[in-house]
């Protein structure tokens, strides 16, 4: 049997990514997956996700998405696929300034281009948004949007290409107290490998009950496509760019692939099984979305909905990634912890994991086991 240097488990952003940065770095590796890469009940599985630079004052975030767009833009101009999207997005806040000021602190710190805007621009230039509340906002121009699944599949193609083995297979429960040899699949097969890479988003906390279970809050998000009225092009790019409202903890984009108003909220859903949960949004929730929509966006009081999606965000308790070591199988290591802000970092994230197990990178305690709490008390948005 072949023996991999890294078998990577689970072929969302954060295992394709991780497998692809092993694969530049020489290492051979199988990545391995349940259902298949960017499938529908995935984290990484939507059409698309904001690619954004502010973080507040969280400038670890705001230097991993500079180093994750460029990478981003390589992979697609290799693939000849045109999965970026310059859309702009635009930051709303309210009387509450201070996450803004503080998003602006960091981005002149870290050289990343933006405009500020006062109500009186923003009614200039975005008529077609309710600024009820509103008091200033700050534009990204060079931040948008990914297109998610299709991104993920090109990030594995990619790794294919460099050799990677990708094996369509369920990975079991690893049961081993000291090293482990190699990992069984529900098939029977068996993967041996040096190190093992589990990056399983909100299945980690099935896969590792006892370990990350208490320390994965995994959250139903619905997300809603709002069809546009015929011929008007108010609600697509360059006219509207992809907004975050900070007081409705609120995003969405605008019409990207003829696909409709995106929107959604960021507040956290109820706790979900990710294999099990209803993929059907409720009646409540629609009417609640279509009223929040009149509001912000009254041009689309009587829009329909186009498309919903339902997935789940695998918070971490305070929002920080999470990667580490199993505590007990030393060759074992956790990668996930996305918390509704992940997919952007795919890149920079399998930097750093392919850079951990190859006792090359520091490791970043933010990103921990230790530091990953029992309680939420979310932080980083
Ligand atoms: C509604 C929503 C909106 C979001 N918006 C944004 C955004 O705008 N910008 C942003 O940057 N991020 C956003 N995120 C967060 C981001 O999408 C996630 O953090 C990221 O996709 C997590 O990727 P992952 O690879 O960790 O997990 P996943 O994509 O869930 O991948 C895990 C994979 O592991 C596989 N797997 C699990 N167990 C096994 C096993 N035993 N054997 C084999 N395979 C297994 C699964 O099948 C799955 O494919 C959003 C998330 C949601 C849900």
Redesign the pocket.
Known sequence: MKTYDVAV????????WTALQLARRGKSVAL????????S??????E?????MGYGKDEIYTRWSQRSLAQWKELFAANGQALFHETGVLWLAGEDQKRLNETRATLRQCGVAFEDLNLASLRARFSQIGLDGIRSAILEPQSGV?M?RRA?AATVMEAVRLGVTYVH?????PKARGPLRAIK?TSGQEISAGQFV???????A??FPEVVGPRLFVTR???FYFGLPAGDSRFAPPALPTFLFQTDES?GMPDIESRGLKI?LDAHGVAVD?DTQSRVVSEESAAKMRQYVAKRFPGLRDAPIAET?V????NTSNGDFFVDRHPEIGNVWF????????????PALGEYVAGQTLGEVQPEPRFSLATKATVQQRAVF
């Open positions: 488990i689970g072929a969302g952003v954060f295992g394709a391995v997956e349940a259902y298949g890469a960017g499938h009940r995935s984290s990484s599985g939507d698309s996700r904001i690619i954004r990914l998610a993920v297979a369920l990975v079991e429960q699949t589990f990056a399983c988003g909100s299945w980690l099935k896969l998000q619905e997300v995003y959604a990710p999606r997935c789940q965000y695998e990668a996930g912890g996305g918390s509704g802000h992940g997919f952007k970092h795919g």
